[in-house]
């Protein structure tokens, strides 16, 4: 199995991002990205997927994200045309927080892409022809754009790659709006969490809000992301507080609360054992 670097696309170290039209007429060897994610769009034909040592039917329409580290190829390809959009996870940063509480987003590019990385995920997303003539639109000017490379064009193509990922998001969100999904009840409970994090929550309201059993909740995070939802939501009050002590100069305590920490000392000993210094080294090494 090989690898693949981001910089044989590009090498511009400050946009990290490629985008491309892309036919397989043959079977392509097993390969993972070293070093960034994938978001494929079949635009035409159908091919075999082999991600790990699973393989699954992919077909015109569908659309699913591979991240680093996980092997996949290709495998009797016909008529197979897609679209790759290859990109450094940075990217997905620019997503506001109205977006990562979409279910759909949750599913799509952060769940889906890490349960495929270990296990075998066959889920993809399937877009009516309608939609995928709205998306194929939208990535033929994105192509133009990276292709012409017009003064501001990597603003606009940072513009349209989030449009891109909205549209999808809220595709997927519609898709799978009813369906008895464990993977869209986990969404359901992250974008929960991320929009209530800072605030007292209980694995109560984050189950109630999923329309599941608490029982379900915490099997379903196990299953997924191998922690339980309390750790998970610590995990991102510590990734937020590093983010504040990083970029304000707002006091460690305020921080703490900010957070979603009612105990400030309590913050500052579980910041010391997750990062091993305190929250004021750790600011002044910044």
């Known amino acids: 199995m090989s690898n693949v670097y981001l910089n044989w696309f590009t090498t511009d170290e400050h946009f990290p991002f490629f985008i491309q039209y892309g036919g397989h007429e043959e079977d392509t060897s097993l390969h993972q990205h070293a070093d960034f994610s994938e978001l494929v769009i079949v635009l035409n034909g159908h091919a075999a997927h082999i991600v ?55 599913a799509l590019f952060v769940l889906e892409p890490f349960y495929r990385s270990i296990n075998a995920y066959k889920s993809k997303m399937n877009l009516p022809i309608v939609s995928l003539e709205a998306v194929s639109s939208l990535v033929a000017n994105m192509i133009t754009e990276y292709e012409q490379k017009q003064h501001g064009y990597q603003t606009m193509l940072a513009s349209k790659f989030m449009e891109l990922v909205v549209y999808l998001s809220r595709h997927y969100d519609i898709q799978e709006k009813g369906v008895d999904n464990s993977l869209m009840h986990l969404a359901s409970a992250i974008s929960y969490i991320e929009d209530h994090y800072h605030e007292p929550v209980t694995l109560d309201a984050i189950a109630a809000k999923s329309d599941i059993s608490v029982r379900h909740l915490n099997r379903i995070f196990q299953a997924y992301y191998l922690t339980t939802p309390i750790a998970y939501i610590q995990r991102l009050r510590l990734e937020h507080a590093c983010s504040l002590l990083k970029q304000t100069r707002h006091p460690i305590t305020d921080i703490s609360y900010r957070c979603g920490f009612n105990d400030s000392n309590y913050f500052a000993r579980l910041f010391k054992k997750t990062y091993g210094k305190s929250p004021k080294a750790y600011r002044n090494q910044q």
């Open 52 to 106: 790990n040592d699973e393989e699954a039917f992919i077909k015109k329409g569908n659309v699913f994200v591979i991240n680093g580290g996980t092997p996949h190829a290709y495998k009797d390809p016909y008529d197979f045309r897609i679209c790759n959009i290859m990109y450094k996870s940075g990217m997905l940063k620019l997503a506001g927080p109205d977006l990562r509480t979409l279910n759909g987003y949750q």
